[in-house]
């Protein structure tokens, strides 16, 4: 991309500027997964990492040794004319304002989750980046996940039936969470919901489209003050809230989907599942971005056939085989046809980091395939970025309301 983007009054009907063969990055924030994160850019085809920042000195340092970049200011990368895209890494509480900054500048802006810690905020992000014709999303990896389209297939399918409901519990640790860390911090992080539901509310309207919050509940812990000095205060440790997301077929009121985060696990216990539950048996994935899955279902043959090519990698076990009357069962008070109960276990063929670093590339790949060419559909929009902060905000405000 050319150095000369446009000045900050370019509107959507403005000229786009011209694209050239590199596409400089600007990192804000040099914590770890930032530095995981740009380790994956620099392997895209015509990506560089130009500058670096960190309100650490020492961090900036280390992070541009690791990338062969200059460390700057995080106020001057923002604006840097040598800089094309800025990716920020930095707590929810600063997003908005240096999103807005680089917009401002004529930058284009990838966020760590969440876009911003309000509605409000998030709303005027993205409207800024339309005027500005700059991409400014939220890094909502989660849709990026083969296994998420495999997932979406399975219910456009309808092999299993009408999807009934979905559940997703995530244990996580907080064994490097240190009671000062921003974490715990409302007004930096925005909570729970904020900070981390946001990619599973992004998920589940990746496959159910927009849903809303009918119900919500929050639980504290009392902890001694950052200094161990004995004070106590308390602190969100497990959130969960039920949506409710619109039937495909338009038959019954709505499908519930129920979101439950907790941290308070040390770190070898951290583990998670997501289950959808059909009228004909279940599908569950597992770990944080998920790796691998099991479906669990009674079905003909021809459906045994017809999902088990629709999930990667699919191994197909037979639990019990039906003949005669034993081939026909009822559910939801219609009847179907039955061959056998079969398990069926899929994976992505990688480990968390392998798919990790996979579905970080690919959501910048998308973002700067639309920079190159606005021909270009992308998977995750600002629309979205700014939905998954409106679901995580209700369900903030009702949890709240109950304490």
């Known amino acids: 991309m050319s150095s000369d983007s446009p000045a900050a009054g370019a509107t959507a009907g403005g000229p786009r500027p011209a694209v050239t063969a590199t596409l400089r990055v600007g990192l804000v924030g040099c914590g770890a997964f930032a530095r995981f994160s740009m380790a994956r850019y620099r392997k895209l085809p015509g990506v560089t990492i130009a500058a670096v920042a960190d309100i650490d000195p020492a961090a900036a340092r280390r992070a541009a040794g690791d ?60 409207a800024l980046a339309a005027r500005q014709r700059r991409v400014c999303v939220a890094n909502l990896v989660e849709r990026y996940n083969p296994l ?20 997703f519990v995530n244990e996580a640790a907080d064994e490097g969470l240190a ?10 992080s925005g909570g729970i919901f904020v900070e981390h539901g946001v990619h599973f509310f992004d998920l589940v309207a990746f496959w159910l489209g927009a849903g809303e919050v009918v119900a919500a509940a929050r639980s504290v812990r009392p902890t001694a003050g950052a200094a161990g000095d004995g004070d106590a205060r308390a602190v969100e440790e497990q959130v969960m809230c039920t949506c409710r997301y619109a039937a495909a077929d338009g038959r019954h009121a709505g499908i519930l989907f129920h979101f439950e985060h907790g941290f308070h696990q040390p770190s070898r216990l951290d583990r998670q599942e997501l289950r ?3 009228e004909r048996g279940e599908l569950r994935l597992f770990d944080w ?36 009357a034993a081939r026909q069962v009822r559910g939801r008070f219609r009847p179907f046809e039955a061959a056998a109960l079969v398990e069926i276990a899929f994976t992505t063929g990688k480990d968390k980091l392998g798919i990790y670093g ?19 559909r992308r998977r995750l929009t600002e629309a979205e970025s700014v939905a998954s902060v409106a679901l995580a905000c209700a369900a903030d405000r009702l949890a709240l309301a109950g304490r």
Not at 90 to 114: D, I, N, S, Y
């Open 148 to 167: 998420a389209d495999a997932v979406a297939a399975v219910i456009r399918s309808r092999l299993l039936g009408d999807l009934v409901h979905g559940l």
């Open 358 to 376: 996979d579905v970080v590339a690919d959501l910048a790949a998308d973002q700067v395939a639309w920079i190159r060419d606005p021909a270009h």
């Open 67 to 126: 990338l062969g970049a200059e460390a700057r200011s995080p106020d001057a990368v923002l604006v840097a004319p040598d800089v094309d895209l800025v990716y920020i890494a930095t707590p929810p509480a600063l997003h908005c304002r240096q999103a807005r900054a680089a917009l401002e500048a004529g930058r284009h802006v990838l966020v760590e989750k969440p876009l911003a810690t309000t509605v409000a905020d998030a709303e005027t992000l993205a």
């Open 276 to 278: 959808l539950v059909f």
């Open 289 to 324: 971005v998920p790796t691998h899955g099991v479906l669990r279902a009674v079905l003909d043959d021809t459906a045994i056939s017809a999902v088990a090519a629709l999930l990667p990698a699919a191994e197909i076990r037979m639990v019990e085989r039906y003949e005669g």
């Open 179 to 188: 009671p000062g860390h921003w974490f715990w911090d409302r007004d930096v």
